[in-house]
């Protein structure tokens, strides 16, 4: 592997964990409104 | 053509409705949440014979159609609302065949309503055991229905029920008491001012609190302006209905069922008074407290070590493996070492829900919320805040969801304040790790110091939880009106299975759940500590060569000094920096900081998130906690994590309130803004204070 592919392979680990991210804060948004049922999966975390 | 039927799982908590749900729908079931409020609705669809399918709903437990809990009036709006698209076409009563007696009251309010309805009679694989035997063809005669004697354990007489079911047209309507006998002249005369209106129905309206804006609602409140009685005369008629119900329900039992004493209870009973016993009872609590948190350290420390050495050779490993470059950096000082910061906990975390679900599923529990009442209540709680805060202990998200049941209104909200302050699983992480670096690990009376700091950590938030409560039990002025009633389930051997699912979901939800959020921050965290704007982090090797130029230093801590230049002049050093004058009174160095604000995303990021600033540029690949004992303090010198700060830390996280989901939650159960922001900032502070008077009492 050369030093463009690293670079290349961090900035997209990046914008992954930033997508990540915002998708999260976006997603639960809506979650709490609809259908969260009181699973441990809800919410928290 | 196919058609659907709606059926209606109606009964007491406990007796078994879930588990009959599950057997009928499989898993043809989706959960979701009754409009406007947060009680949980279940419903399924089940086949049955000739392509019919009936659409089944799990309504909450309820005693009694006298609603006194939210959940309740679930319940009772449904069954009033002829126009809610669920509105059962087929009742379904389950109940428990040892508490038939008790279970039975609601099914004769249910066949007042005219409703057709089934009797489901559940846990049959219990009859022998407890000598109980039933004169089922007397049952369904006396009661008018139609009964299936079922037990979900040992999926028995579920066919049965399916074909009672697809059968609904044939089941009698007729009530099983006449209510106007208790009162001839008030009922004849509600009769006649509502011909159309079932008797019955009237006198919930007149009766109840609940919130009727769904039922036909004209009609409906011309009855609730039909008060001719005082409100004691009202109360003094519903005691009558209720006795009436109970001499109904003691009659047919008297012949339909038999119990052979001699042959079950006396274990029960002699068990029961000792665990509820005024005094053993809390000793046997606290012992039983004591073995676990003991059981925690002792049994888990094996495998975490080999976790943490593990992770600290695989990121050595793949450093050798791939070519220098940046995303070998990221891997082996970002993703892995953060990933170990979350793996190193499954250990722990496995055993304690082991232990907990345990004590639930073996009926343990149960005595504990009668013993706690008693406690409690002093205390503006109720027994059953014992389980929103037990449950604390996994995350207080589902705490907080799980005090629906408590009746009275203020003790619902004061358990709701006070619930986070209990250890949830993410703050064990901090606490694990932290109490590793500044505990010593010597032993007292053969118990470990760590594991008694833990268990007063445990111990402390729990202290804190029930002494706010007082408090705040003394500064509320809400008035309402106390219930309590308690299920005693009988003694169990726990189901493996359960214990295994409950202890297998726990871990995946903490993993999976927390795993994401850890892996995306510390990428973002490395990046942070790996590149920094300006001169002095670009230009950090001769900056530093410069400074150093007339001390002797060997390349390795010419190399060590430099990585720490770049560190303090990164992204994340400038962030830190700016935030330190704030934490440096508690004993917190910048990093420290930068960990404390990344973890109110998550508490548990916080391990994560230092294991991954201290290893960028670290060369040497360690175990997190060797690397985390080996930080020096930059004021004071002397180790980062010594006593006097790591008591600090651990007070700080036990009173912080750091989780952006809790508050939401709390919005969302009390429906103001009021009551998460007032938590945040009270627990805040609160924590500051207690965290600075620590330190600098032991520095
Ligand atoms: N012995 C026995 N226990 C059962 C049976 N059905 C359910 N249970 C247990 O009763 C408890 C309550 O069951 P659940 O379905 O959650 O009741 P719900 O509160 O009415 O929904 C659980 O511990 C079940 O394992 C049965 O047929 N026999
Ligand atoms: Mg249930």
Same mark, same amino acid.
């Given at each position: 592997?050369?030093?463009?592919?690293?670079?290349?392979?961090?900035?997209?680990?990046?914008?992954?964990?930033?997508?990540?991210?915002?998708?999260?804060?976006?997603?639960?948004?809506?979650?709490?409104?609809?259908?969260?049922?009181?699973?441990?999966?809800?919410?928290?975390? | 053509?196919?058609?659907?039927?709606?059926?209606?799982?109606?009964?007491?908590?406990?007796?078994?409705?879930?588990?009959?749900?599950?057997?009928?729908?499989?898993?043809?079931?989706?959960?979701?949440?009754?409009?406007?409020?947060?009680?949980?609705?279940?419903?399924?669809?089940?086949?049955?014979?000739?392509?019919?399918?009936?659409?089944?709903?799990?309504?909450?437990?309820?005693?009694?159609?006298?609603?006194?809990?939210?959940?309740?009036?679930?319940?009772?709006?449904?069954?009033?609302?002829?126009?809610?698209?669920?509105?059962?076409?087929?009742?379904?009563?389950?109940?428990?065949?040892?508490?038939?007696?008790?279970?039975?009251?609601?099914?004769?309010?249910?066949?007042?309503?005219?409703?057709?309805?089934?009797?489901?009679?559940?846990?049959?694989?219990?009859?022998?055991?407890?000598?109980?035997?039933?004169?089922?063809?007397?049952?369904?005669?006396?009661?008018?229905?139609?009964?299936?004697?079922?037990?979900?354990?040992?999926?028995?007489?579920?066919?049965?029920?399916?074909?009672?079911?697809?059968?609904?047209?044939?089941?009698?309507?007729?009530?099983?008491?006449?209510?106007?006998?208790?009162?001839?002249?008030?009922?004849?005369?509600?009769?006649?001012?509502?011909?159309?209106?079932?008797?019955?129905? $009237?006198?919930?309206?007149? *009766?109840? /609190? #609940?919130?009727?804006? =769904?039922?036909? +609602?004209?009609?409906? !409140?011309? %009855?609730?302006?039909?008060?001719?009685?005082?409100?004691?005369?009202?109360?003094?008629?519903?005691?009558?209905?209720?006795?009436?119900?109970?001499?109904?329900?003691?009659?047919? $039992?008297?012949?339909?069922? *038999?119990? /052979? #004493?001699?042959?079950? =209870?006396?274990? +029960?009973?002699?068990? !029961?008074? %000792?665990?509820?016993?005024?005094?053993?009872?809390?000793?046997?609590?606290?012992?039983?407290?004591?073995?676990?948190?003991?059981?925690?350290?002792?049994?888990?420390?094996?495998?975490?070590?080999?976790?943490? *050495?593990?992770?600290?050779?695989?990121?050595?490993?793949?450093?050798?493996?791939?070519?220098?470059?940046?995303?070998?950096?990221?891997?082996?000082?970002?993703?892995?070492?953060?990933?170990?910061?979350?793996?190193?906990?499954?250990?722990?975390?496995?055993?304690?829900?082991?232990?907990?679900?345990?004590?639930?599923?073996?009926?343990?529990?149960?005595?504990?919320?009668?013993?706690?009442?008693?406690?409690?209540?002093?205390?503006?709680?109720?027994?059953?805040?014992?389980?929103?805060?037990?449950?604390?202990?996994?995350?207080?998200?589902?705490?907080?969801?799980?005090?629906?049941?408590?009746?009275?209104?203020?003790?619902?909200?004061?358990?709701?304040?006070?619930?986070?302050?209990?250890?949830?699983?993410?703050?064990?992480?901090?606490?694990?790790?932290?109490?590793?670096?500044?505990?010593?690990?010597?032993?007292?009376?053969?118990?470990?110091?760590?594991?008694?700091?833990?268990?007063?950590?445990?111990?402390?938030?729990?202290?804190?939880?029930?002494?706010?409560?007082?408090?705040?039990?003394?500064?509320?002025?809400?008035?309402?009106?106390?219930?309590?009633?308690?299920?005693?389930?009988?003694?169990?051997?726990?189901?493996?299975?359960?214990?295994?699912?409950?202890?297998?979901?726990?871990?995946?939800?903490?993993?999976?759940?927390?795993?994401?959020?850890?892996?995306?921050?510390?990428?973002?965290?490395?990046?942070?500590?790996?590149?920094?704007?300006?001169?002095?982090?670009?230009?950090?090797?001769?900056?530093?060569?410069?400074?150093?130029?007339?001390?002797?230093?060997?390349?390795?801590?010419?190399?060590?000094?430099?990585?720490?230049?770049?560190?303090?002049?990164?992204?994340?050093?400038?962030?830190?920096?700016?935030?330190?004058?704030?934490?440096?009174?508690?004993?917190?160095?910048?990093?420290?900081?930068?960990?404390?604000?990344?973890?109110?995303?998550?508490?548990?990021?916080?391990?994560?998130?230092?294991?991954?600033?201290?290893?960028?540029?670290?060369?040497?690949?360690?175990?997190?906690?060797?690397?985390?004992?080996?930080?020096?303090?930059?004021?004071?010198?002397?180790?980062?994590?010594?006593?006097?700060?790591?008591?600090?830390?651990?007070?700080?996280?036990?009173?912080?309130?750091?989780?952006?989901?809790?508050?939401?939650?709390?919005?969302?159960?009390?429906?103001?803004?009021?009551?998460?922001?007032?938590?945040?900032?009270?627990?805040?502070?609160?924590?500051?204070?207690?965290?600075?008077?620590?330190?600098?009492?032991?520095?």
């Amino acid at each position: 592997m050369n030093t463009i592919i690293q670079n290349i392979l961090v900035v997209i680990a990046i914008i992954l964990a930033l997508g990540f991210f915002i998708k999260k804060l976006f997603l639960k948004n809506q979650k709490s409104k609809k259908e969260c049922g009181g699973g441990d999966n809800c919410g928290c975390h | 053509m196919s058609k659907q039927i709606n059926v209606a799982l109606i009964g007491n908590p406990n007796t078994g409705k879930t588990s009959v749900f599950n057997a009928l729908t499989g898993l043809n079931q989706k959960v979701g949440n009754y409009p406007g409020i947060t009680v949980e609705k279940k419903e399924g669809v089940c086949k049955l014979p000739r392509g019919v399918k009936a659409h089944i709903i799990d309504l909450p437990g309820t005693y009694s159609l006298n609603a006194s809990s939210l959940d309740e009036n679930v319940v009772i709006e449904l069954l009033l609302n002829k126009n809610d698209k669920d509105f059962p076409d087929l009742a379904v009563v389950v109940s428990d065949v040892e508490n038939l007696k008790r279970n039975l009251l609601l099914y004769t309010q249910i066949k007042d309503l005219e409703i057709p309805t089934i009797l489901v009679i559940n846990m049959a694989d219990r009859m022998a055991y407890k000598g109980i035997s039933l004169d089922l063809e007397y049952l369904e005669t006396h009661l008018k229905t139609k009964i299936a004697l079922v037990s979900t354990r040992k999926n028995q007489g579920i066919d049965k029920l399916k074909n009672l079911i697809s059968n609904y047209k044939d089941l009698s309507i007729s009530h099983c008491i006449d209510l106007s006998e208790i009162d001839p002249a008030y009922f004849k005369n509600l009769q006649s001012a509502f011909p159309n209106q079932l008797i019955y129905k $009237l006198w919930l309206v007149i *009766t109840q /609190d #609940v919130n009727f804006g =769904k039922t036909d +609602r004209n009609e409906i !409140d011309a %009855v609730a302006n039909f008060k001719t009685k005082s409100k004691n005369d009202l109360k003094r008629l519903q005691q009558k209905e209720t006795i009436k119900r109970y001499q109904f329900i003691n009659d047919v $039992l008297k012949k339909g069922q *038999t119990i /052979d #004493v001699a042959n079950a =209870k006396d274990l +029960r009973m002699r068990l !029961d008074r %000792v665990i509820t016993h005024k005094i053993w009872g809390y000793a046997i609590f606290f012992i039983i407290l004591l073995t676990i948190f003991q059981a925690i350290y002792d049994w888990s420390s094996v495998p975490m070590d080999f976790i943490d *050495t593990t992770f600290a050779a695989f990121s050595e490993w793949t450093k050798n493996q791939l070519p220098n470059g940046a995303f070998t950096n990221l891997l082996t000082e970002g993703i892995i070492p953060g990933l170990g910061g979350i793996v190193i906990f499954i250990p722990q975390i496995a055993f304690l829900f082991l232990f907990i679900s345990v004590l639930e599923e073996s009926g343990y529990m149960s005595r504990v919320v009668f013993l706690m009442d008693r406690l409690m209540r002093r205390f503006g709680l109720s027994g059953k805040s014992i389980v929103p805060l037990i449950s604390g202990t996994a995350c207080a998200i589902p705490a907080i969801m799980a005090t629906r049941n408590i009746e009275n209104w203020k003790e619902r909200l004061i358990t709701i304040l006070v619930t986070p302050f209990i250890t949830c699983s993410a703050r064990l992480p901090v606490y694990l790790i932290i109490i590793s670096l500044v505990i010593p690990e010597g032993r007292f009376i053969g118990l470990s110091y760590q594991a008694l700091t833990l268990m007063f950590l445990y111990l402390l938030g729990f202290g804190t939880a029930v002494l706010s409560a007082y408090i705040l039990n003394k500064v509320l002025k809400i008035k309402s009106k106390t219930f309590f009633v308690v299920e005693m389930p009988n003694y169990k051997l726990p189901l493996l299975k359960n214990v295994a699912l409950t202890v297998l979901e726990k871990t995946k939800s903490f993993v999976f759940g927390a795993g994401k959020i850890i892996l995306a921050i510390s990428i973002i965290l490395w990046f942070l500590a790996s590149f920094g704007p300006g001169e002095n982090f670009n230009n950090a090797e001769e900056i530093t060569k410069k400074a150093y130029s007339t001390e002797n230093l060997t390349s390795e801590e010419l190399q060590q000094k430099i990585a720490s230049h770049k560190l303090e002049h990164s992204f994340i050093g400038i962030i830190g920096q700016a935030i330190e004058p704030a934490i440096s009174p508690l004993g917190y160095d910048w990093k420290i900081g930068i960990a404390i604000i990344s973890s109110f995303a998550a508490r548990e990021v916080f391990v994560g998130t230092l294991a991954t600033i201290y290893s960028v540029g670290n060369d040497d690949e360690d175990t997190i906690k060797n690397r985390m004992a080996g930080e020096v303090n930059p004021i004071l010198g002397g180790p980062l994590f010594n006593f006097a700060s790591g008591i600090s830390l651990l007070l700080f996280y036990a009173f912080a309130m750091q989780c952006m989901s809790t508050l939401a939650v709390v919005k969302r159960e009390t429906n103001t803004w009021k009551w998460p922001v007032l938590q945040l900032i009270i627990m805040s502070v609160f924590a500051y204070i207690v965290a600075l008077i620590a330190f600098q009492l032991l520095k």
